[in-house]
């Protein structure tokens, strides 16, 4: 028989579906609006980034909240050393006093980078880190501190003095003060003159203030923190934010004339990172993978076994 010819079949097939298949990883490519890269950072958000961050891939029960302390060698604290050096140099005459840190939407890590930061920074500064999320808070819970201590909330409100607000972190040189018993209208708090007075004593017990406030695009908690703020960190997480939500967010903020030092592009994953998009992390060249952990901690070469005296 002279048909059908099977090996003809198979090759326009075997020609077709690869046809198919670039096409279609263009496509979803050409969809995909979410920021990669640093490149991405600056070109479609127009502002400078301060650091890119690791996945942490944790399998030793790490804290994340406390990697800066925890696994110091790691890339994720090398990340976050940079971030505060780059906030350093972004006002050298007139020091930050106080920055706020904050995201587009929930999940973006702006939490886990501001304690982080916070701790960096108190190696050489005297720091507090204030929980102004007044709706879900959760830094009293990484701290092992409870729901219903004071904190800015009853600080606000006149309920509690300072001394009673702010706690030292056990192992560090950093205080924080959590956000305390949630009220009924967060917003009208942050808007009175008491928060205002609040924050200017803080400004006076410490060098610097560094505060973790609510998305920009599900409440405006957080243009009105940055009105009394001298900086914000803008955290955007790689892969998964859309750079018009990003852009969004980020115009929202401009509009209470904060200053806004940089984007810290959180979850990047540095092999994909290398590989498919061109981005230069030096993960490959300089071979970060062989001296860091699968968190980013630092491997122990094993001992070598004594050998034995032949007599």
């Known amino acids: 028989p002279y048909r059908p010819n099977k090996r003809q079949v ?7 579906g690869l046809f198919v298949s670039v096409m279609l990883a263009l496509l979803l490519e050409r969809i995909d609006s ?26 030793g029960g790490a804290r994340f909240e406390r990697m800066i302390t925890d696994s110091a060698q790691s890339i994720f604290s090398e990340g976050v050393r940079t971030a505060r050096t780059g906030i350093l140099l972004s006002s050298i005459d007139e020091p930050h006093t106080a920055v706020v840190v904050t995201s587009s939407i929930p999940g973006e890590g702006k939490t886990t980078f501001a304690t982080n930061l916070a701790l960096s920074f108190a190696h050489t500064k005297r720091v507090v880190l204030v929980d102004a999320d007044l709706r879900r808070p959760s830094i009293y819970r990484l701290f092992g501190k409870d729901s219903a201590s004071p904190g800015l909330s009853s600080l606000v409100a006149g309920n509690s003095p300072a001394s009673e607000c702010i706690f030292k972190v056990e192992g560090s040189e950093l205080f924080i003060v959590p956000s305390g018993p949630i009220p009924p209208n967060p917003l009208e708090l942050l808007l009175s003159h008491r928060f205002e007075e609040a924050l200017a004593k803080l400004h006076g017990m410490f060098d610097l203030v560094i505060i973790d406030s609510p998305p920009v695009q599900l409440v405006s908690d957080a243009m009105v923190i940055a009105r009394h703020c001298t900086g914000l960190v803008y955290v955007v997480k790689a892969d998964d934010t859309p750079y018009q939500l990003a852009r969004s967010g980020i115009k929202k903020v401009k509009q209470a004339g904060t200053p806004i030092i940089g984007v810290a592009l959180n979850q990047l994953d540095f092999e994909r990172a290398d590989k498919y998009y061109g981005e230069y ?17 630092k491997k122990k070469r094993k001992p070598k076994p004594a050998k034995s005296a032949v007599a």
């Open 34 to 59: 979410t920021v990669k890269t640093s490149s991405d950072v600056e070109a479609k958000l127009g502002l400078p980034v301060l650091a890119s961050l690791p996945i942490i891939r944790d399998k």
């Open 281 to 297: 992390t030096g993960y490959y060249k300089y071979g970060y993978k062989r001296y860091y952990g699968a968190y980013g901690g």
């Open 10 to 16: 198979v090759l326009i097939a075997l020609v077709v």
